[in-house]
């Protein structure tokens, strides 16, 4: 199971990323897809969550409205689409890939490379 995530850079505030997430070695239809993100100095947040039992995704408060998850089955590939970053959204994010399908568990995933998102004021 190998994640990549890409797509990050710096942008201002209220402009718009999409993140990718790679996957390779397995289908993320099998997997709960979750992306996670950290920022200095503080704790590891959940974005979304994506279970692949019902096809349901969840969105952190913070970011409900704003970003949305979607994929790719043919190339296998994940999307974060951020739209009106705010400074608080600068972080480094991570996908995941849980095996149970129904559960976004950090300590139970597989982890990719996070990708660097930062947002000016």
């Known amino acids: 199971v190998q994640l990549q995530a890409s797509g990050g850079g710096l942008v201002e505030a209220g402009g718009s990323l999409r993140l990718s997430c790679a996957a390779s070695g397995f289908m993320l239809d099998d997997y709960a897809i979750a992306w996670f993100r950290q920022a200095p100095g503080k704790e590891r947040e959940g974005v979304s969550c994506?279970?692949?039992?019902?096809?349901?995704?969840y969105y952190a408060d913070s970011v409900k409205g704003r970003f949305t998850v979607s994929r790719d089955n043919a190339k296998n590939i994940m999307f974060l689409q951020m739209n009106n970053l705010k400074p608080e959204d600068t972080a480094v994010y991570y996908c995941a890939a849980d095996p149970s399908g129904n559960r976004c568990s950090a300590d139970s995933s597989s982890w990719g490379q996070g990708t660097q998102v930062t947002v000016s004021s």
């Open positions: 994506r279970r692949s039992t019902d096809g349901r995704t």
